[in-house]
């Protein structure tokens, strides 16, 4: 039995849309793990043709976007077109002038089936999407679709301004952030991938996820330059990767530390107190390190992007108008890209990523809630607080919060300093963390001991190519009955929480699941995209089930990948590992209810 493709675009149209599906993922997981892009693929027909349906959408069957909802889309298209300032612009050139209305109807269709897909009523909430530009395909416009989580996208936060003026009727976009970078790379890397022959057939033409990235933070870097001073040219696609050079330089052996702020040079925020008789051009990369060593926290080598001015400081500063930036060089390759305090994309050895904070707040006071049922929203507020302080400090140190603080600091007598019973503050913390030990405190951040040499067994969960603080904290939690969490801060800023709390689940998904699993198999034909997304589902919550559940799951997997198997026996098959209990799964801990998200002392109040 073959598989029919009914809204047939091109023969590769399937391979090149599963081929996305994992290329996405791959690159947007790098960004951050909560993504869970989704990929599809429309055709707008623009030629007769007698054969072919006027939309068509990849994949066609059991998908929450049909054809249906572009109805009418070229018209929209055209209508879109005539709102753009570009559309007053003629030229004499006959060719210049077609390829110019060309140009402009692509990106109609482009806008026409964003418009359309945002207005769909089954458009899955949270979601957004965004279309590659429209490349021809035999009689096809075909454009990729990209679905990101709008949830996940805000939380980094972006600048405003998305678009840059170069006449009266030209404008440029420019990236917002290093996701919306990634964005438009990745989808100017989809739409060269549809230029070539047979698009899809050659599942390693596109390029790797590293590779995007970096096209991502230059198209940032590029962007930035543009708005730190319009008048500068020739410069703005390389200065991602003069940054690079500057950082990967010594100077006398001396690792590159210091601030570089970007401004143009009459800006008013800038107070130089250094001028250079003759400016410094940032791509003479050892001569831009050797002066990074005058940098400090005080001054700034001032840059226009294209030259070094001198040292100055920055006077006060509106933020709305996002034409004032910094490099700041942290260390050997390392350097990050700040707007108003705010990091926009750290680099290490020449790739991007999104800042991230040492350790998660929300997380934490969830885990705690969890791991301390009695415990109160004031507590966990002073608990974080008390870490926020112990990340901080230069130095590794390691807070260790134990339901049975006060006789465990009784039992570890002969290798601790105790102390009277005393409730901790951040200031104080910090007066007791110099000395090698853990800091002993209870729920309610009560200290009882200080300097706490930590014993406990051997275990399977130890790493050797981790610190003895790490490893004895782990030894330590893995050996106590009762509920303990404790925080290992290393001398390089990295921080540990043990244990490491997976997230909670609501058992209802698990068993909607299997409920949804049950009634596909009584379904005609197997819908196999849904039968796919339930797996999936289950698959990613294997740590959850329970012995009952495994046993479900697997009979009725086992069924339904036989009848699969009958109805369509050349398909190709998923070799499925059979779900089995995880002997670290605790229900009380994993499974969502009040006292796991609420302290016991807050019911009622948060």
Same mark, same amino acid.
């Given at each position: 039995?073959?598989?029919?493709?009914?809204?047939?675009?091109?023969?590769?149209?399937?391979?090149?849309?599963?081929?996305?599906? @994992?290329?996405?993922?791959?690159?947007?997981?790098?960004?951050?793990?909560?993504?869970?892009?989704?990929?599809?693929?429309?055709?707008?027909?623009?030629?007769?043709?007698?054969?072919?349906?006027?939309?068509?959408?990849?994949?066609?069957?059991?998908?929450?976007?049909?054809?249906?909802? /572009?109805?009418?889309?070229?018209?929209?298209?055209?209508?879109?077109?005539?709102?753009?300032?570009?559309?007053?612009?003629?030229?004499?050139?006959?060719?210049?002038?077609?390829?110019?209305?060309?140009?402009?109807?692509?990106?109609?269709?482009?806008?026409?089936?964003?418009?359309?897909?945002?207005?769909?009523?089954?458009?899955?909430? @949270?979601?957004?999407?965004?279309?590659?530009?429209?490349?021809?395909?035999?009689?096809?416009?075909?454009?990729?679709?990209?679905?990101?989580?709008?949830?996940?996208?805000?939380?980094?936060?972006?600048?405003?301004?998305?678009?840059?003026?170069?006449?009266?009727?030209?404008?440029?976009?420019?990236?917002?952030?290093?996701?919306?970078?990634?964005?438009?790379?990745?989808?100017?890397?989809?739409?060269?991938?549809?230029?070539?022959?047979?698009?899809?057939?050659?599942?390693?033409?596109?390029?790797?996820?590293?590779?995007?990235?970096?096209?991502?933070?230059?198209?940032?870097? !590029?962007?930035?330059?543009?708005?730190?001073?319009?008048?500068?040219?020739?410069?703005?696609? !390389?200065? /991602?990767?003069?940054?690079?050079?500057?950082?990967?330089?010594?100077?006398?052996?001396?690792?590159?530390?210091?601030?570089?702020?970007?401004?143009?040079?009459?800006?008013?925020?800038?107070?130089?107190?250094?001028?250079?008789?003759?400016?410094?051009?940032?791509?003479?990369?050892?001569?831009?390190?050797?002066?990074?060593?005058?940098?400090?926290?005080?001054? +700034?080598?001032?840059?226009?992007?294209?030259?070094? /001015?001198?040292?100055?400081?920055?006077?006060?500063?509106?933020?709305?108008?996002?034409?004032?930036?910094?490099?700041?060089?942290?260390?050997?390759?390392?350097?990050?890209?700040?707007?108003?305090?705010?990091?926009?994309?750290?680099?290490?050895?020449?790739?991007?990523?999104?800042?991230?904070?040492?350790?998660?707040?929300?997380?934490?006071?969830?885990?705690?809630?969890?791991?301390?049922?009695?415990?109160?929203?004031?507590?966990?507020?002073?608990?974080?607080?008390?870490?926020?302080?112990?990340?901080?400090?230069?130095?590794?140190?390691?807070?260790?919060?134990?339901?049975?603080? +006060?006789?465990?600091?009784?039992?570890?007598?002969?290798?601790?300093?105790?102390?009277?019973?005393?409730?901790?503050?951040?200031?104080?913390?910090?007066?007791?963390?110099?000395?090698?030990? +853990?800091?002993?405190?209870?729920?309610?951040?009560?200290?009882?001991?200080?300097?706490?040499?930590?014993?406990?067994?051997?275990?399977?969960?130890?790493?050797?190519?981790?610190? +003895?603080?790490?490893?004895?904290?782990?030894?330590?939690?893995?050996?106590?009955?009762?509920?303990?969490?404790?925080?290992?801060?290393?001398?390089?800023? @990295?921080?540990?929480?043990?244990?490491?709390?997976?997230?909670?689940?609501?058992?209802?998904?698990?068993?909607?699941?299997?409920?949804?699993?049950?009634?596909?198999?009584?379904?005609?034909?197997?819908?196999?995209?849904?039968?796919?997304?339930?797996?999936?589902?289950?698959?990613?919550?294997?740590?959850?089930?329970?012995?009952?559940?495994?046993?479900?799951?697997?009979?009725?997997?086992?069924?339904?990948?036989?009848?699969?198997?009958?109805?369509?026996?050349?398909?190709?098959?998923?070799?499925?590992?059979?779900?089995?209990?995880?002997?670290? /799964?605790?229900?009380?801990?994993?499974?969502?209810?009040?006292?796991?998200?609420?302290?016991?002392?807050?019911?009622?109040?948060?």
């Amino acid at each position: 039995m073959t598989h029919t493709v009914t809204h047939f675009m091109w023969g590769y149209q399937v391979h090149f849309r599963i081929e996305h599906e @994992g290329h996405s993922h791959s690159l947007f997981q790098l960004l951050d793990k909560r993504f869970h892009p989704e990929v599809f693929v429309v055709g707008v027909r623009i030629e007769e043709h007698a054969n072919r349906y006027p939309v068509c959408v990849e994949p066609e069957d059991d998908f929450w976007l049909t054809p249906d909802a /572009f109805e009418g889309v070229l018209r929209t298209a055209v209508e879109i077109v005539s709102t753009y300032p570009e559309s007053r612009m003629f030229h004499t050139h006959p060719m210049a002038q077609k390829q110019l209305e060309e140009s402009l109807f692509k990106r109609g269709v482009q806008d026409a089936v964003s418009k359309m897909i945002s207005e769909c009523p089954s458009k899955p909430d @949270g979601m957004r999407y965004y279309p590659s530009f429209p490349v021809k395909l035999d009689c096809f416009l075909v454009s990729l679709v990209l679905g990101l989580q709008e949830e996940v996208v805000a939380s980094h936060g972006s600048l405003s301004v998305d678009r840059v003026p170069i006449h009266d009727c030209r404008s440029c976009e420019v990236a917002t952030s290093l996701i919306d970078a990634a964005i438009h790379a990745y989808l100017d890397d989809v739409a060269s991938e549809l230029l070539k022959p047979d698009p899809g057939a050659d599942l390693s033409a596109s390029k790797s996820p590293g590779e995007i990235l970096r096209a991502a933070g230059n198209l940032l870097m !590029t962007g930035i330059a543009y708005k730190t001073d319009p008048g500068v040219t020739g410069y703005w696609g !390389t200065i /991602f990767d003069a940054w690079n050079r500057i950082s990967s330089l010594k100077y006398e052996r001396a690792i590159g530390k210091g601030r570089v702020v970007l401004a143009r040079q009459d800006h008013p925020a800038i107070a130089p107190e250094i001028t250079f008789a003759q400016p410094v051009k940032v791509h003479d990369s050892r001569a831009a390190r050797k002066l990074l060593q005058l940098a400090s926290k005080d001054l +700034a080598l001032h840059s226009n992007v294209m030259y070094l /001015f001198g040292l100055a400081k920055i006077g006060n500063y509106l933020a709305a108008q996002e034409d004032l930036y910094e490099v700041n060089f942290l260390d050997h390759h390392l350097w990050e890209l700040a707007h108003a305090g705010h990091v926009l994309m750290r680099v290490q050895f020449g790739q991007p990523s999104l800042p991230a904070p040492a350790f998660d707040e929300k997380k934490m006071r969830k885990d705690l809630a969890r791991i301390f049922p009695q415990i109160t929203s004031h507590q966990r507020d002073l608990l974080v607080c008390l870490v926020n302080e112990a990340v901080g400090e230069k130095h590794g140190t390691m807070l260790v919060i134990a339901e049975d603080a +006060a006789n465990e600091a009784k039992r570890l007598v002969n290798q601790a300093t105790l102390v009277a019973p005393r409730l901790l503050r951040a200031d104080l913390l910090r007066q007791l963390t110099p000395i090698d030990g +853990a800091v002993l405190v209870d729920p309610s951040g009560t200290c009882h001991a200080i300097g706490v040499i930590l014993d406990g067994m051997a275990t399977q969960k130890g790493n050797p190519a981790r610190g +003895a603080r790490f490893n004895s904290a782990v030894r330590y939690i893995e050996t106590q009955k009762k509920a303990c969490l404790a925080v290992i801060v290393s001398e390089d800023g @990295g921080v540990d929480i043990i244990p490491e709390l997976r997230p909670a689940v609501r058992r209802s998904t698990i068993e909607n699941a299997l409920d949804e699993l049950e009634a596909l198999m009584r379904s005609e034909p197997l819908k196999v995209r849904h039968y796919g997304r339930v797996t999936e589902l289950l698959e990613e919550r294997r740590f959850y089930l329970l012995p009952e559940h495994c046993d479900r799951a697997n009979q009725l997997i086992a069924a339904a990948e036989e009848r699969l198997a009958k109805d369509n026996p050349e398909a190709p098959r998923i070799i499925r590992r059979q779900f089995e209990p995880d002997p670290d /799964f605790a229900p009380g801990l994993y499974y969502e209810h009040e006292s796991t998200l609420v302290g016991a002392g807050d019911k009622g109040h948060e």
